[in-house]
Structure formats: structure tokens, C-alpha cells
């Protein structure tokens, strides 16, 4: 997959980085008895020095305002908790249901300051914002110095949105409103890394103290060491894992060699 500008062409040349995805799959979810008995089975598993974050997003009513949506990210967020998660990751990173330009949750910052709040004041575990990719780093720095009173970090990059093209410039995915998608995976590292490096740079400046949690096109043990020694708090991976299941267990013998 390659990238130009707002474009991404899907291609089937071998990825020099490892795995790049088009996702276009609209926010699905299990039933939450569903997800909440799959929380508690992970708790159960989980081993030493592993922690359970749990992702949750609201979902906006054909007919509800946005008291409706922030009441429903509120309760995930206490079925995460209760269910076993050792923090709540807040998904901010969502289309923002209440706005005439198309825009994200995390960009529309009273939405996402109240939705936080919320969720805070209601669990007694702590709260991560997800957020992604910001127009400027004034625009970052500004959510994050806002946010910052009811967040323990921030999850950044989870995915780019693009225009998603065959080898011969047609659609990729069927249906008209699926011209773009989100693109994850290793391409989408130089504009995820950049974002982290920003965020690192505003906190070091000394507006806020809160964990960074790096997401985004870590799909390799060199590329985790290297955002985790520009500060990151954490590097997490997703379409990796899919790929190269083993790439945690690559990282961790790298760091016990590197302890030795
Ligand atoms: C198959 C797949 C399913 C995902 N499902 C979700 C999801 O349900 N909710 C969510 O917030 N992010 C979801 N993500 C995004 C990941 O959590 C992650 O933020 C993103 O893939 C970027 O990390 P990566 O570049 O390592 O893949 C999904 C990613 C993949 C590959």
C-alpha cells in the first residue's frame, strides 16, 4: 500500500515494514454481554505485568442528543471497568455524530472534554483518551492541555482516514460511502510517530503531565525501541499482532539482551 497525500492505492507488492490494512468495517460491536464476558475472560488470563485496557465508544441514537451519547460512552466505560479492565481507553477517535462538516469527536473539544469528564467522576479506574491525527500541533497541543484534567494519558495514532484505490484508481470498497476508509498498520507510522514525537514535545514543555501511549505503524521491535526511547510511555500494536503474533515476544528478548 503506498501513500500520496490523501490517497492510499491497495497493492499486493510484498510490504517492506510489514502489513499496511484498509479498514472499512462502520464502529460494529459484539452485544454487551458479549464483549463484557470476553473482558472478563482476558482478566482471568492476563499474566504478571500485563495490563487489560479496554477500548469503549458510545453509540449515537438515530434520535439522541448528546446527553444520550455521553450517558452511553458513561456506561461501557462502567461495564469496561467492572468487567476487569485495569484502565478505560475513552474512544475519541469516532465520527462526530452532531457536526455539519465531517469532523471527529476528538475535534470537537466540549463534546470530548464533557465525554471525558463523565467518564471519569464514574469509574474508578484510570481513563485514556484516544485520539487522532491533528491538523496542527497548536490544535494537539490545545486538546491535550484541555483534556488534561480528566485523562491519565493519551492513546495517539490509531489510524488515517484516506481515499482508498485499486492498482487501476477505481474504489476499493463497494457503496458510495465507503470511498475512504481507515488505514492501519505500518505505513501510517511516519504520521503516527510525528504526532507522539509532538505530543512528547508539548508535555516536556510543561503544560500538562499525563502517560503517552504510542499507537500506530509499530509493526517492528526497532521501530517500539525507538518511540519507547523518545519518551512514549508504551507502544502498542494492533495490525502487527495480526501478522506477527510474535513481535512482543521479539521485544521483550530484545530488552532482557539489552539488560544482560
Ligand atoms: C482488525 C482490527 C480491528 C480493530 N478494531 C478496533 C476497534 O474495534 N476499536 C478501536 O478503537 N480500534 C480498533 N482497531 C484499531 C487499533 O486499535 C489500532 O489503534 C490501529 O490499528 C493502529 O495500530 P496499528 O497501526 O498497530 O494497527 C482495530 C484494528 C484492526 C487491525
Known amino acids: 500500500m503506498e501513500h500520496q497525500d490523501q490517497l492510499a492505492v491497495v497493492s499486493r507488492r510484498a510490504p517492506?515494514?510489514?502489513a499496511t490494512v484498509a479498514v472499512s468495517l462502520g464502529e460494529p460491536s459484539m452485544e454487551p454481554d458479549?464483549?463484557?464476558?470476553?473482558?472478563?475472560?482476558?482478566?482471568?488470563?492476563i499474566?504478571?505485568?500485563?495490563?487489560?485496557?479496554v477500548n469503549v465508544l458510545g453509540t449515537p441514537r438515530h434520535d439522541g442528543d448528546a446527553e444520550a451519547l455521553v450517558a452511553d460512552y458513561l456506561l461501557c466505560a462502567v461495564w469496561a471497568a467492572e468487567s476487569g479492565a485495569d484502565a478505560v481507553?475513552?474512544?475519541?477517535?469516532?465520527?462526530?455524530?452532531?457536526?455539519?462538516?465531517?469532523?471527529?469527536?476528538?475535534?470537537?473539544?466540549?463534546?470530548?472534554a464533557q465525554i471525558l469528564y463523565r467518564v471519569r467522576a464514574g469509574v474508578s479506574v484510570p481513563v485514556l483518551a484516544r485520539l487522532g491525527p491533528f491538523k496542527s500541533p497548536r490544535q494537539l497541543h490545545e486538546t491535550a492541555t484541555k483534556l488534561a484534567p480528566w485523562t491519565s494519558g493519551y492513546v495517539l495514532v490509531p489510524g488515517v482516514h484516506r481515499r482508498v484505490v485499486d492498482e487501476k484508481g477505481n474504489a476499493a470498497f463497494e457503496g458510495s460511502t465507503r470511498a475512504r476508509a481507515e488505514i492501519v498498520g505500518a505505513d501510517t507510522f511516519p504520521i503516527a510517530s510525528r504526532q507522539v514525537l509532538e505530543m512528547l514535545v508539548w508535555r516536556k514543555a510543561g503544560a500538562w503531565d499525563r502517560a503517552v501511549l504510542a499507537v500506530g505503524g509499530i509493526t517492528s521491535v526497532e521501530r517500539a525501541q525507538w518511540i519507547?526511547?523518545?519518551?512514549?510511555?508504551?507502544?502498542?500494536?494492533?495490525?502487527?499482532?495480526?501478522?506477527?503474533?510474535?513481535?512482543?515476544?521479539?521485544?521483550?528478548?530484545?530488552?532482557a539482551t539489552a539488560v544482560a
Open 47 to 53: 499474566g504478571e505485568g500485563q495490563i487489560l485496557i
Open 228 to 255: 519507547l526511547r523518545e519518551g512514549a510511555d508504551a507502544a502498542l500494536v494492533a495490525t502487527a499482532a495480526l501478522f506477527d503474533p510474535l513481535l512482543a515476544v521479539r521485544f521483550r528478548q530484545a530488552q
Open 34 to 45: 458479549v464483549w463484557r464476558k470476553d473482558v472478563r475472560r482476558a482478566r482471568e488470563r
Open 16 to 18: 517492506a515494514n510489514g
Open 89 to 112: 481507553e475513552v474512544h475519541l477517535a469516532a465520527p462526530d455524530p452532531f457536526s455539519e462538516q465531517p469532523q471527529m469527536i476528538y475535534e470537537n473539544l466540549p463534546l470530548a
